[in-house]
């Protein structure tokens, strides 16, 4: 991971120029440039992100840049390509044997789930290394084609990738939405379920509580009721045993 001192600045200018005029206070920031490559495919990528979020990636087969944000700037012509850097392993061919990561699937809704209208599934796919996985969609045990949006691997501090996949849906009870992973260079797949979890509608849980609440006032006034008898008679045997003992005079 390195960043050169004249793209930096680049990005940098870009950044600020897709921020506009929008200020905040001082905060630390991360600004990163990442090279991978690979004997998978893609076989060489670059990325450019800020903090955890991507502005632009190298499109190595037609050597331009691509921009990743959906109203971002686009890569200034005539700037240095990265082909063009020295020692860059896109001008030499030069690569290093890569780690093995194991991917990581979370799935989960980007609205608050109501049965029975649209919404989207987000796969979120983490610990990626090297960067070729495919992700596919399956809805009851049968692949889904239709609605799917994949995005670019986002390089991550930690030198590993993540990449997000999206599905439009439908949502009904009963169904089973399941994310597969698999991993190119040895077909080893990850696999994470969804499942709609019925909500409990707000009239009957307004029934529920309000049972429940009615039922535990009965409960404490018998027992409030038990414990004023309980005193009453301990009071009248009380009286009795005075009566019973009173000393006698002759």
């Known amino acids: 991971m390195g960043a050169a001192s004249g793209r930096g600045a680049l990005v940098a200018a870009l950044l600020g120029a897709a921020l506009g005029s929008v200020r905040a206070e001082p905060s630390l920031h991360t600004l990163s440039e990442v090279l991978f ?3 998978d495919t893609p076989s060489l990528g670059l990325s450019v992100a800020f903090d955890s979020e991507q502005l632009f990636s190298f499109d190595v087969p037609n050597m331009q840049w691509l921009s990743q944000l959906p109203d971002g700037p686009a890569w200034p012509t005539g700037t240095e390509q990265p082909q063009d850097s020295p020692g860059s ?3 030499h061919g030069q690569c290093l044997k890569p780690r093995v990561g194991i991917p ?3 799935v989960f809704l980007q609205q608050p789930l109501q049965l029975g209208y649209p919404n989207t599934l987000v796969c ?3 610990n990626i290394f090297p960067p070729a996985i495919t992700i596919s969609w399956q809805r ?3 692949p889904v084609t239709d609605g799917i949006t994949h995005l670019t691997y986002i390089p991550m501090e930690d030198l590993g990738f993540m990449r997000f996949s999206y599905l439009a849906v439908t949502p009904h009870s009963g169904e ?4 597969i992973v698999t991993r190119e260079r040895d077909n080893i797949s990850v696999v994470a379920y969804w499942v709609p979890q019925d909500p409990i509608p707000s009239d009957v849980l307004a029934m529920a509580v309000c049972g429940a609440v009615t039922a535990l006032g009965i409960l404490l006034a018998l027992l409030g009721l038990g414990l004023l008898l309980s005193a009453r008679r301990g009071s009248t045997w009380g009286q009795w045993g005075q009566r019973g003992h009173s000393p006698h005079t002759h």
């Open 37 to 39: 490559c690979q004997p």
């Open 89 to 91: 392993p896109l001008g």
């Open 104 to 106: 990581v699937a979370d």
């Open 124 to 126: 979120m796919v983490g």
């Open 140 to 142: 009851d045990g049968i």
């Open 176 to 179: 089973i939405y399941s994310c």
